[in-house]
C-alpha cells in the first residue's frame, strides 16, 4: 500500500500549527515516465491504491498531476497510449516537457486534443495559428471539497536546443528566465484576485530554477518538478524545503525518471492556504502489479505484443549516465551482431528503463529505448573514436554528467574519476584483444559502427557527428527490431542482462 498516513510534522518559520480548521491534502505525483507503457500499467496500479484511500478518508482533497515529459519520441501510437493512460489513471492536469515535442508541435495536439485533463503552459509562446494552442491553458482552477486550488504550468526554459529536430517546435519559443519569473507572479496574483489561496506550480524547468522559483515568487505553496531527474524523497530545507519573499514555505518535488517513481505529497493548510505540515512520500512502481484493464487498452492501442525470450536476471537499470549500463550492454551486442559492424556505440541517456524477468515481448523491448530513431552504419578513423570517448568521460565533471559514458560493444576501456580516459581495448569479431593507443590513436585505422542517427548527427558527441551521405548504410528500425532479433535467435533458451566490465572506473 502507498504509505500517505499520518503527516509528518514540520516546524516552517513564521508559520504556527493552526487552532482553527485546517485543509488536508493528498497529491498523487508523476513526471519524467518517458513513454514506458509497461510502467504506466504498474503505475496505474499505485493510483487505484491512492484512491482507495481516498475514498475511505473523504475529508481529505485529493489531486493527481503530472510535471511533464510523459509521452516521449515520434511514435503516434506510444503518445496515444501514454495520453489514455493519464486518462484512465484521472489526471486532473500536466504541464509538457520537452519530449512531448518529440512528436512535432502539430502532431502533439491531434495526440492530446480529446484528452480529459488540462493541459497547461505559462512562459510558452506560439508564433503561429497552431491547434496546440487552443488546447492549452496559462493556469486553471481545480475546486475540491469547496477548495479552490490554482495550478499552473511551465515548460523547459532549454525547449528549444533540448530537441533533436528543431522543426519539432516550428512556431513555437519559450521566456527567458526572468520573464518566466515574472509571469509567473502575474499568474499567482491573478488567481489569489479569484479567491485561491493555494497555489501549486507543475514544472519541467528542472530542480535549479525550481529553488529560483520558490524564493522569488510569492504566492507559491508547491512546485512539482521534472526535466532534471532528482528523486526528492521526504522534505529537507535547503533542498526542497524553501522560503518565499513572503516567508512562506514553499514544498518542492521530483520522481526520478523513467516512470521507476511516484510521488504522494500530502499537505496541511491553515485557512490562509498556508502549509503548516507535509509529507512527502516516493513510491517504487516496480512494487505494483500491471493493471490489466490498462494493458487491455495498451493492445487495443499498440496492438498485441509477441513474446521474444525469456529473462531470467534482470537487475534495476543503473540511476545515472556514469556507469556501465548492463541494458546498454545486451542492446550494443545486439546492434554489432546483427548489423555485423566491428562495434557498435549508443548514448548511454538514450536507455530509459529496464525489463523484469520472466516472458519479454517486443514491447517490453520497445520501451528501454523508446526514442524510435533509426540505425545507422558508417566508418569511424580511431581517432575519431578516441576523440568520442574522452568526450563521455570529460562530461561527468560539466553540463550535469550529459551526455555521459559512450555504451560500447567491440571495445573495454577505462576512465578515473577526474574524467580523464585511461586506455581503451578494440576486441575483434573472432575475440582477439587489440590495443588502442589513447594518447596517439591511428588516424588511419578505421572502424565500422552501428549506432543510431541520435548519436551520429547530433551535438551529443561531436566526434561522431557524419553528415548522411558518409553512412553506409540508413535503416528504417530503431534498435529494439534489432534486440527482439538477437533474442529470438535464442531460440526460446533464458537469458540474463549483467554488466561485464567493459567499462571500468578507477580513482584518480
Not at 490562509?272 to 517504487?284: M, S, Y
Request: neutral net charge; proline residues 4%.
Amino acid at each position: 500500500m502507498i504509505n500517505i498516513s499520518p503527516y509528518r510534522s514540520t516546524s516552517f518559520k513564521g508559520v504556527s500549527n493552526p487552532q482553527t480548521p485546517s485543509t488536508m491534502t493528498s497529491i498523487f505525483y508523476i513526471n519524467d515516465v518517458h513513454g514506458q507503457t509497461g510502467k504506466m500499467e504498474s503505475i496505474a496500479t499505485a493510483a487505484q491504491s491512492f484512491d482507495t484511500f481516498v475514498k475511505k478518508n473523504p475529508k481529505i482533497d485529493s489531486l493527481k498531476l503530472a510535471a511533464g515529459d510523459i509521452l516521449i519520441g515520434e511514435d503516434p501510437q506510444i503518445n496515444k497510449a501514454a495520453a489514455a493512460f493519464l486518462n484512465f489513471i484521472g489526471l486532473n492536469a500536466t504541464t509538457l516537457g520537452n519530449h512531448e515535442f518529440d512528436i512535432f508541435a502539430t502532431k502533439l495536439s491531434d495526440v492530446i486534443k480529446d484528452v480529459k485533463y488540462k493541459v497547461l503552459g505559462t512562459n510558452i509562446n506560439f508564433h503561429k495559428e497552431l491547434p496546440l494552442e487552443q488546447k492549452m491553458l496559462r493556469s486553471y482552477i481545480q475546486e475540491v471539497n469547496g477548495q479552490k486550488y490554482g495550478i499552473i504550468g511551465l515548460q523547459p526554459l532549454d525547449l528549444i536546443e533540448a530537441m533533436r529536430l528543431p522543426e519539432c517546435v516550428d512556431g513555437i519559443s519559450v521566456d527567458t528566465e526572468k520573464k518566466t519569473l515574472a509571469e509567473v507572479q502575474d499568474e499567482v496574483n491573478k488567481l489569489i484576485n479569484q479567491g485561491v489561496n493555494k497555489v501549486i506550480v507543475l514544472s519541467h524547468t528542472g530542480h535549479e530554477f525550481d529553488k529560483t522559483l520558490a524564493q522569488r515568487v510569492s504566492g507559491i505553496d508547491v512546485i512539482l518538478g521534472g526535466h532534471t531527474h532528482e528523486l526528492l524523497d521526504g522534505v529537507e530545507s535547503g533542498k526542497n524545503l524553501f522560503y518565499s519573499p513572503a516567508g512562506e514555505p514553499v514544498v518542492l518535488t521530483m520522481a526520478g525518471k523513467d516512470g521507476n517513481y511516484f510521488g504522494v505529497l500530502n499537505l496541511e493548510f491553515d485557512n490562509n492556504g498556508k502549509i503548516v505540515r507535509v509529507q512527502n512520500n516516493i513510491g517504487k512502481t516496480k512494487d505494483y502489479s500491471r493493471n490489466l484493464t490498462l494493458q487491455t487498452i495498451n493492445n487495443t492501442i499498440l496492438g498485441a505484443s509477441e513474446v521474444v525470450g525469456e529473462l531470467k536476471y534482470a537487475p534495476d537499470p543503473p540511476e545515472n549516465l556514469a556507469c556501465e549500463n548492463p541494458y546498454a550492454d545486451f542492446t550494443t551486442d545486439a546492434m554489432r551482431a546483427e548489423l555485423g559492424t566491428d562495434i557498435a556505440l549508443l548514448q548511454g541517456g538514450n536507455m530509459r528503463g529496464g525489463l523484469r524477468k520472466g516472458k519479454i515481448t517486443e514491447r517490453d523491448i520497445q520501451s528501454i529505448t523508446p526514442f524510435r530513431n533509426r540505425m545507422v552504419k558508417y566508418i569511424l578513423t580511431e581517432d575519431k573514436l578516441v576523440e568520442a570517448l574522452k568526450w563521455g568521460a570529460e562530461s561527468l565533471k560539466h553540463n550535469e554528467g550529459k551526455p555521459g559514458y559512450l555504451q560500447v560493444s567491440g571495445l573495454r576501456y577505462t576512465v578515473n574519476t577526474d574524467g580523464q580516459l585511461l586506455n581503451a581495448i578494440f576486441i575483434d569479431k573472432k575475440g582477439k584483444y587489440k590495443k588502442i593507443n589513447v594518447n596517439n590513436p591511428d588516424r588511419t585505422k578505421t572502424y565500422t559502427v552501428a549506432l543510431d542517427d541520435m548519436c551520429a548527427t547530433n551535438v551529443l558527441y561531436p566526434s561522431l557527428r557524419q553528415p548522411k551521405e558518409n553512412f553506409v548504410e540508413y535503416y528504417d528500425f530503431d534498435k529494439d527490431k534489432l534486440v527482439a532479433d538477437y533474442i529470438r535467435k535464442l531460440n526460446g533458451k533464458p537469458f540474463e542482462i549483467k554488466t561485464d566490465g567493459r567499462i571500468k572506473i578507477v580513482k584518480s
